[in-house]
């Protein structure tokens, strides 16, 4: 009976809507979320991608030394009250930039553009306010800040960033957290991409409920990473992997890092002399 | 909400980041209790999903789009502890990789968003879930409890920032960092997320929640068994002691006019003492007299304007000729 | 109904299309050959409008599809209700909470009527023998069943072409025949389609047309599909098979 079933599906025709080409003349809908939902993802896994080819440029200045030393100019931009310091710096900055390829210069001052920009506008009302010193101030240091972040970013594959953080008491087990971490934004990125881009082709009309698709979207994406985690521990426990995890970290110096640590060591006596005028 | 660095001072991103240290320890060590072993991977991939949901864009009225942060969804989805790890990387990958959010001020950021956020939004759906045992009522808590945990994070970033100008001024009484004080980065702050970002939030927590209760219950977290009152009692108010402290260390830093004197001196005596020992062991910007633009020679300038027309040009010719590159091809 | 007119396309640095001829009819089953990585998949995604070409044009019932045109809400889900396309990965399309939802997704977008809308639903399941999971949830069927919902969510939209990313991936040896005669029925009933495969023992039912791409990312063959596989010595030149594979 069931066989008899079976056998009359397979030869009776298809339904006849499927036979008809479809005369659909699309209404417009505002679902511009999911095309900004797929760029945001895009440049995020491209970020990510890039960053992990990061070639090793000729002169490379010691991980250790370039994370120890863009945390310190950090903090003496942020305390530097010397309009001037913060001068130098940005200057220092551009020429370490313009030193750099093309595409990253691009990349790094999109972001460094983008937050003075965002930090300027936010400061227009303290200008109206007399506040126009500490205003011009702020944005300064805020693109030398970003600038400064960028090209260590720019310059350095984010495993030995991770790898350099071992010489900064962070512990291991955090150090394979935060790999861990990069390498299933990207995996869960795209998988999240193609429901995204399927989501997309599917929407040809008026969706009704954005929230709905969305939400699904997002939920497969925690079930998905539920899974993986789970796969990944009995993946790391077959290959004997009881929690204890190493970094090793070899790091030499070379003519270049004595280069940078005069050069930063010049800074920070800038730091003083501006201060002290 | 993510803070830029040069926004906050030094000295607050130092009490923020040290206000954060006992929270990640905690949390590590409650992720170790709760999970049989110490499963590892689920902090880095459930860091990837948090990430990963800050970048999805949520459909607004009028055709605009907004994201949400999704603190309080992973602590209903992961607990709370594994909530404020999974936001921290999420967080520093952010400000180290994309420039989003401050390095300096990461532990403020992690303190906004890895802590108050999933912890007071996860406190205030556990209240209502275990008050109104109905579904409904669970409902009812994830949708208030996401809504508040934004904006009782977005609350406390308005009075980080609004408490710069009164606490880090420089002789002339400009301020040095933020220069807006709480009575405009308070309604700044709050007002669009009251508005906005927390109905954003709370949208996207319910649905998705729903959604993962439909397909996968067993996935989410099922909830501390034990009273949760008492470590909540002690988050609460360490959350309202925190600007309490940088009022203390503000002081430290010897950095007001006369007429604030007083005024931070009475923030100090709430607390009861002004920590000394700061006060005298950090003070050389103290010991430093005004600053002046003036002060560089002539031919430094000159120098200093040189190199940085140099780099600026080959910034500019090297990105221009990038440009041509490309443009020749397609 | 498709024309491809010299296109290329890279990713950043690297290309995945390299200088792409291809016109394919109405009617027509093609299947897209060639070793890993060799641009199948982004010509698919072409196809599709979910990307478009750095250089050339590519023009779908005679009209050009660039860029530009496809920021045009309107134009954009024109497009892709006439092409169906079937990810390789079935978790990453299937987003509802329940099949008939999933089925029902596309329909209901359409503004047609609720009645209509489940009529066809309906059809989809029955087509694709899946009524039982009606009220299931997607994401825990199995490999076969999920990429059968998939199919049929697709389907529900009435695309003129169907565009397969690897469709026998994953599946058991019954349920690959199974869809090869459903896809050699629907491209009997007038469906267009558009399948990359690996899978050497069946491309030839459910293609006629076979169009080969080798590691340089452009097309080196474009035969019947029975003769390119005839053709061992270049099968081999592809690197598609290995240096002792024999028909």
């Known amino acids: ?68 030393f863009t945390f310190i100019l950090l903090i003496l931009l942020s305390l530097s009250r010397s309009f001037i310091f913060v001068i130098v710096i940005n200057v220092y900055l551009l020429l370490i930039l313009s030193a750099m390829d093309a595409e990253k210069i691009v990349k790094i001052l999109k972001v460094s553009i983008g937050v003075s920009f965002f930090t300027f506008l936010v400061m227009v009302p303290a200008i109206f306010w007399g506040n126009h010193f500490s205003s011009i101030m702020i944005t300064s240091k805020a693109f030398a800040t970003v600038t400064a972040v960028g090209i260590l970013s720019h310059s350095t594959k984010w495993g030995t960033i991770t790898s350099a953080f071992k010489r900064f008491m962070v512990p291991d087990i955090f150090i394979l957290v935060l790999d861990i971490t990069i390498k299933y934004i990207v995996m869960l990125g795209e998988f999240a991409l193609n429901m995204l881009y399927a989501l997309k082709l ?40 009881t929690g204890e995890y190493h970094v090793y970290y070899k790091s030499r110096f070379q003519y270049i890092d004595y280069i940078y640590l005069i050069v930063n060591v010049a800074i920070f006596i800038l730091f003083f002399y501006f201060q002290n005028i | ?56 864009n949520v459909p607004l009225p009028g055709g605009t789009t907004g994201h949400a942060v999704g603190g309080t969804l992973l602590a209903i989805l992961l607990g709370p502890y594994a909530a404020c790890i999974s936001v921290t ?3 520093l990958i952010q400000a180290l990789l994309f420039g989003d959010g401050g390095i300096l001020a990461f532990g403020a950021n992690c303190f906004n968003m890895a802590f108050v956020l999933p912890f007071f939004g996860y406190f205030i759906y556990k209240f209502i879930k275990d008050r109104v045992r109905t579904e409904k009522g669970e409902y009812v808590g994830i949708a208030i409890g996401s809504y508040m945990g934004i904006n009782v994070a977005a609350f406390i970033a308005a009075i980080e920032f609004g408490l710069q100008p009164l606490l880090f001024k420089d002789a002339t009484g400009q301020p040095l960092y933020c220069p807006y004080s709480l009575s405009v980065s ?8 009251l ?49 309490l402290g940088l009022l203390a260390t503000g002081t430290a830093w010897g950095e007001w006019g006369t007429d604030e004197i007083k005024e ?58 990038s440009f041509m590159k490309s443009g020749s091809k397609a | 109904m498709i024309e491809i007119k010299e296109v290329y396309y890279s990713y950043s640095e690297e290309v995945a299309l390299n200088n792409i001829n291809l016109a394919i ?23 599709n409008g979910i990307i478009s070409p750095s250089r050339g044009t590519y023009k779908f019932n005679n009209e050009e599809i660039t860029e530009k045109r496809l920021r045009d809400n309107r134009f954009a889900k024109e497009l892709h209700q006439k092409i169906g396309f079937i990810f390789q990965n079935s978790d990453t399309q299937l987003f509802c909470s329940n099949v008939y939802d999933e089925i029902a997704f596309g329909p209901r977008q359409m503004g047609i009527s609720e009645s209509e809308v489940e009529k066809r639903v309906e059809d989809c399941l029955e087509l694709l023998s899946i009524d039982k999971l009606k009220d299931k949830t997607p994401y825990h069927l199995s490999g076969g069943e999920k990429r059968k919902v998939a199919i049929a969510c697709v389907l529900s939209l009435n695309p003129e072409v169907l565009v397969l990313d690897e469709p026998m991936n994953g599946l058991d040896p019954r349920t690959q025949r199974w869809l090869v005669e459903f896809l050699t029925r629907l491209n009997k009933a007038g469906k267009t389609l558009i399948t990359s495969t690996h899978n050497l023992e069946l491309v030839h039912e459910i293609s006629n047309r076979a169009i080969l791409f080798d590691e340089t990312h452009s097309i080196v063959a474009d035969m019947p599909t029975n003769k390119l596989l005839e053709d061992v010595e270049l099968l081999k030149k592809v690197n598609l098979v290995d240096p002792f594979y024999k028909r």
């Open chain 1, 1 to 68: 009976m069931g066989a008899m079933k079976h056998m009359k599906k397979e030869t009776s025709n298809m339904p006849d809507w499927l036979l008809e080409t479809e005369n659909y003349i699309p209404e417009s809908d505002q679902d511009t979320f999911v095309n900004k939902s797929i760029l945001s993802l895009l440049k995020v896994i491209a970020r990510i991608k890039s960053q992990d080819q990061e070639k090793q440029a000729k002169l490379q200045v010691n991980v250790t030394l370039h994370v120890a």
């Open chain 1, 202 to 241: 599917r929407s040809i009309g008026r969706n009704k409920s954005k929230y709905t698709s969305l939400s699904g979207i997002a939920g497969n994406m925690f079930i998905k990473s539920k899974e993986m985690a789970e796969d990944m521990y009995q993946a790391m426990e077959c290959r004997g992997f």
């Open chain 2, 1 to 56: 909400m993510h803070i830029p660095d040069n926004y906050l001072s030094p000295a607050t991103c130092a009490v923020m980041t040290t206000a954060m240290v006992p929270v990640w320890v905690k949390s590590v060590r409650k992720m170790k209790e709760e999970i049989p072993k110490v499963k590892i991977p689920l902090l880095g991939i459930g860091a990837a999903f948090s990430f990963l949901l800050m970048m999805f």
């Open chain 2, 89 to 91: 990387v999420a967080l």
């Open chain 2, 186 to 193: 308070i309604p700044a702050m709050t007002i669009p997320h």
């Open chain 2, 195 to 243: 508005l906005v970002a927390g109905v954003i939030e709370m949208i996207f927590t319910v649905a998705i929640v729903a959604y993962i209760k439909k397909v996968s219950p067993g996935t989410i977290y099922d909830g501390a068994k034990q009273k949760t009152n008492a470590i909540y009692g002690l988050i609460a108010l360490l959350i309202c002691f925190t600007p």
């Open chain 2, 264 to 321: 931070v001196a009475s923030g100090g005596n709430v607390l009861g003492y002004i920590p000394k020992g700061m006060k005298d062991g950090f003070n050389f910007e103290a010991i430093m007299p005004d600053y002046a633009i003036s002060g560089l020679p002539e031919v430094a300038g000159y120098i200093l304007s040189a190199l940085a027309g140099v780099a600026i040009l080959i910034i500019l010719f090297k990105v221009i000729s």
């Open chain 3, 25 to 47: 009819n109405k009617g027509e089953a093609v299947a897209l050959l060639g070793p890993n990585g060799s641009g199948k998949s982004t010509l698919l995604k072409l196809m």
